[in-house]
């Protein structure tokens, strides 16, 4: 599909639509709120990392603050990440402070991605906050192959995560980094399990995004490849069904759950992109696969912030590329040095 470039300065910048240079309207925003992470995935993050001083990151206020200026522009979804959010202090007063516009209908959604080690925690106080989807990071059910793409995690906290999850009423959706390997032995497991209770399943393309000590070149699987796998043992019913991300989505007969595909490398999505993204500093990156950011926390702090930052929001928006990049082969990767936990994905 040709995008066609087109971008007008609105008349009112404050309530106007956040629209790009191709039409695209931004209705989606993915709101990191920490860098750091109690896990090093080894597709995510190095082992030894260094995390931002607590100085530089925006303070939960400033976070809702940025959260109602995309609502006025007409951002319906916000996903909080991380890193991991859930290890953010006092989280959930952000979660609070956004559940007054899910009651209003400022918003449609509000979610968060995690990968589980504190959901069981959490659980009830999010779905008293008004959250009723949550994704949870699981990419194996071998607690020692866990213990290996983690680093140091365990699998159990992660597994009570999800259980305490559904008990409350939440909606759970798995994701899993598709990898060559162990994995391509391990999802039908992932499938019965996720759809034994209820769950959907995504598998995600590995992404170039920062050094984290594994060779790529390596451990990359093409999700094409691993569909027509799994199209060997499974019946794949294609379906229209859309979460308002990237996913693309089959229903497996033999289960009737639902299996989705991010395939940011094998087949580009970025025609429909409708995401923008700001890390917990405060930075907006208009594509994931783009090293560019604008920074909104200057002014933020400033004098008259809310057309001050969507000004900002606008410079950004108009320089969001038709799409990303991304590249792996077998002898070398083309991508970007930030690692994902700095977006959350």
Known sequence: ??????????????????????????????????????LRCTYCMSEHMTFL???DVLTLEELYRLATIFMRGGVRKIRLTGGEPLVRKNVMQLFNLLAPHLENG?????????????????????????VRRVNVSLDTLDAGRYAQITRWGRLQPVLNGIDAALAVGLKVKL???????????????????????????TLIEEMPLGETGLDRSSSFLPLDTLRRSLAERWTLMPID??????????RLAETGGRLGFITPLSCDFCSSCNRIRVSC???????????????????????????????????????????HAFEITRHSHSGIARHMSVLGG
């Open 53 to 55: 001083p607590r100085q």
């Open 241 to 250: 069904d859309r979460t308002g991300g990237p996913a693309r989505y089959v």
């Open 175 to 201: 994701n899993a980094v598709a990898m060559s390997g162990p994995f391509e032995r391990e999802v039908d497991e992932l499938i019965r399990f996720a759809h034994g209770r209820g769950m959907d399943l």
């Open 106 to 130: 400022d918003l449609d959604e509000v979610t968060l991605t995690t990968n589980g080690t504190l959901l069981a925690r959490y659980a009830e106080a999010l779905f008293a906050a008004g």
């Open 281 to 323: 500093t405060g930075d907006l990156y208009a594509c994931m696969g783009k090293e560019g950011a604008i920074g909104l926390r200057q002014a933020l702090r400033g004098e008259d912030p809310e057309e001050a930052v969507c000004n900002r929001i606008r410079d950004a928006l108009a320089l969001k590329p038709k799409g």
């Open 1 to 38: 599909m040709q995008l066609e470039r087109r971008f007008e300065v609105p008349a009112d910048p404050v309530h106007a639509p956040l629209i790009d240079s191709f039409g695209r309207q931004v209705t989606y925003l993915r709101l990191s709120v920490t860098d750091r992470c109690d």
